[in-house]
């Protein structure tokens, strides 16, 4: 292998390192204490651990949990999926960071490496995989410590190249692979996203069969064997963790019944994204921070933050408009979906589908379809940094020089708002307290004791304080805005008028990039 082929991996280890570089200097702590982690999964992995190590064989049963509980059958043991075998090896505090580097890191690389077999060139790719592997989606995970959502999703970007080459290549090989991810995906513990994972390859399935036009038997019948290859080989990877967890299922008190529709939805029992966290996009700590308890919004931060940086959602409009291919259509087509089925039960959407679309009305929280949203998001960025890299090679300066005032343009109202934010601080910090106060009214009305994950109590006493603190953090999300607007805008027009080479934009754009959502 040339040493070329590693220095894209070596980048992508490098920067995940140096992310989670309080990882790397305290290895023998859990450096991202979430509810979860502690008070579920630690417990968890030191009993797969402890008995393996006393025993020699694997947990079958939980004694520790109320009178005893199944614990293999358990799906989110997850004691069969590879990179839990690092438990086995080194102390359980050690490997919950550990595995989050890996996970961070086969996130980014194989988002790469897909971005590339659609023919973006590298920097594009490294733009997409930047964008994925340090976006909300997984922020949000770490916060609350959904470590198998976290591996699931990290296979995502694996399994959808693995699929896209079965059918081109019409390959029993790959299909068998893919099928090997899928089951992978399944084992990990967090079944719903590998649910969410088979949707995306059967969504892609039919729209290629769509646009192909070809509908020969022949044709049908080898697309239709090389998906069921597929899903064979992800049931039978997974089968040995699938049927106890099954049988275990039935147990459920809802077992064998739909969930109902206001509790799959509900804001308190499961999580619908609310219209209003939509400008979380924009401005992620709009609703405040969880790492200082000022954090007010009804949705749950770790479901509902899907932030993926200000340039990759100017990018995606941009090749919308000007590069429609298939793969732009599709990714195009699954973000919307995608982000309309996380809203919920505020769109009448998913209210008409979940009980059309097979093992939709067994699962909660209808905002986890935004990593489908992230993931689609972050390669339609690519292909818009690719066209952008496109114009700049190719001397259309006239395009080049209309984003470039479309940037201007932004920069513009941006300041235009941050300068009347400013004016108006000390009415904007007390509408907000109004705003709050109201909440903790209703709140309390609803017999509901707490916002997010804290008590009513601590809101009601600090009002003040935290609508002062929420509104600086507004103002740093808005001047972070016209911070990247107009940085982008300098690197463009720095192209234009002293001929820079276009791999040195993308590269500027792409520290761009870091910068937004490393601060996020």
């Known amino acids: 292998?040339?040493?070329?082929?590693?220095?894209?991996?070596?980048?992508?280890?490098?920067?995940?390192?140096?992310?989670?570089?309080?990882?790397?200097?305290?290895?023998?702590?859990?450096?991202?204490?979430?509810?979860?982690?502690?008070?579920m999964l630690s417990s968890w992995r030191f009993l797969f651990s402890k008995a393996f190590h006393t025993y020699g064989n694997l947990p079958m049963w939980n004694n520790f949990e109320a009178a005893g509980t199944p614990f293999l059958a358990n799906i989110l043991s997850a004691m069969f999926y590879p990179l839990n075998a690092l438990f086995l090896i080194l102390p359980t505090d050690h490997v919950f960071g550990l595995k989050l580097i890996l996970d961070i890191f086969i996130a980014g690389l194989s988002t790469y490496l897909l971005a590339r077999h659609l023919k973006l060139d590298k920097y594009s790719s490294f733009f997409s995989a930047i964008v994925f592997m340090f976006s909300g989606i997984f922020i949000g995970r770490i916060n609350i410590g959904h470590e198998p959502a976290i591996d699931v999703i990290a296979l995502m970007p694996l399994l959808f190249l693995l699929f896209l080459k079965t059918l081109e290549n019409r390959s029993v090989k790959y299909g068998i692979f893919t099928g090997v991810v899928l089951g992978l995906q399944i084992l990990a513990g967090y079944l719903q996203f590998a649910i969410y994972s088979a949707y995306l390859l059967i969504f892609y399935f039919i729209y290629d069969l769509f646009i192909s036009k070809e509908f020969k038997r022949k044709f049908l019948f080898s697309r239709f064997s090389l998906i069921s290859i597929v899903f064979i080989t992800g049931l039978l990877v997974s089968a040995f963790q699938l049927l106890p967890s099954l049988e275990f299922s039935k147990y459920s008190i809802q077992a064998g019944?739909?969930?109902?529709?206001?509790?799959?939805?509900?804001?308190?029992?499961?999580?619908?994204?609310?219209?209003?966290?939509?400008?979380?996009?924009?401005?992620?700590?709009f609703f405040g921070s969880r790492t200082d308890n000022t954090y007010w919004?009804?949705?749950?931060?770790?479901?509902?933050?899907?932030?993926?940086?200000?340039?990759?959602?100017?990018?995606?409009?941009?090749?919308?408009?000007?590069?429609?291919?298939?793969?732009?259509?599709?990714?195009?087509?699954v973000a919307i979906i995608a982000l309309l089925f996380s809203y919920g039960q505020h769109t009448p959407l998913f209210k008409y589908l979940h009980k059309i679309i097979l093992f939709l009305d067994i699962v909660r929280n209808p905002a986890r379809f935004l990593f489908l949203f992230v993931l689609c998001a972050s390669l339609l960025s690519g292909f818009g940094l690719n066209y952008l890299i496109g114009l700049l090679k190719t001397g259309n300066k006239k395009q080049a020089n209309k984003i470039v005032k479309t940037l201007l343009v932004f920069a513009v109202l941006t300041y235009v708002v941050s300068i009347a934010f400013y004016l108006s601080k000390d009415t904007a910090i007390g509408f907000a307290e109004t705003n709050l106060n109201n909440l903790i009214k209703g709140k309390l009305d609803s017999q509901s004791g707490r916002i997010g994950n804290y008590v009513l109590d601590y809101y009601s006493v600090n009002a003040h304080s935290i609508a002062t603190k929420v509104y600086n953090y507004i103002s740093l999300d808005i001047n972070k805005i016209l911070f990247v607007l107009l940085a982008s805008a300098i690197v463009l027009l720095s192209s234009i008028k002293f001929n820079i080479r276009p791999n040195y934009v993308a590269l500027a754009l792409i520290l761009i990039v870091l910068f937004d959502l490393w601060v996020f």
């Open 1 to 39: 292998m040339r040493i070329s082929y590693l220095i894209v991996p070596i980048l992508f280890l490098v920067l995940t390192l140096v992310f989670f570089h309080k990882i790397i200097l305290n290895l023998d702590e859990i450096i991202y204490p979430s509810p979860d982690t502690v008070n």
């Open 257 to 285: 019944q739909p969930i109902d529709y206001e509790l799959l939805t509900s804001d308190s029992s499961s999580y619908s994204m609310s219209l209003n966290y939509t400008i979380a996009l924009l401005m992620p700590d």
């Open 297 to 333: 919004a009804s949705d749950q931060f770790e479901e509902s933050t899907a932030y993926l940086g200000i340039l990759p959602l100017l990018l995606i409009p941009l090749v919308i408009l000007f590069r429609r291919d298939k793969y732009v259509i599709f990714f195009a087509i």
